[in-house]
Nanobody, 122 residues
């Protein structure tokens, strides 16, 4: 069982930046595909970004391309989401997710964190 704990959410003005972190308990973190999803009030959860185990490959939702960057530090068992040029429509609870292997283009994940709130005001 893998436990994921997100941090770094908060309140930020439109145009600002935030960096989310997700710490994983996995022993062999480097073989897990990791991702970020988000869920806004009244909306379904949506995919944001994913990264391969080595960090060499990434995948982004069109809505965040060019503004968000997913990265990972395998020795630290941590995945990050750097969010720049934030917009009010980015307001959501952001969830970290992981799976053992698989494609970064698949949005099916097995392990989930509890989420961290990001609120962007104009």
């Amino acid at each position: 069982q893998v436990q994921l704990v997100e941090s770094g959410g908060g309140l930020v003005q439109a145009g600002g930046s935030l960096r989310l972190s997700c710490a994983a308990s996995a022993r062999t973190f480097g073989i897990y595909v990791m991702a970020w999803f988000r869920q806004a009030p009244g909306k379904e959860r949506e995919f944001v970004a994913a990264i391969s185990g080595s960090g060499a490959s990434t995948n982004y939702a069109d809505s965040v391309k060019g503004r968000f960057t997913i990265s990972r530090d395998n020795p630290k068992n941590t995945v990050y989401l750097q969010m720049n040029s934030l917009k009010p429509e980015d307001t959501a609870v952001y969830y970290c997710a992981g799976k053992l292997g698989g494609l970064i283009t698949s949005t099916r994940f097995d392990y989930w964190g509890q989420g961290t709130q990001v609120t962007v005001y104009s």
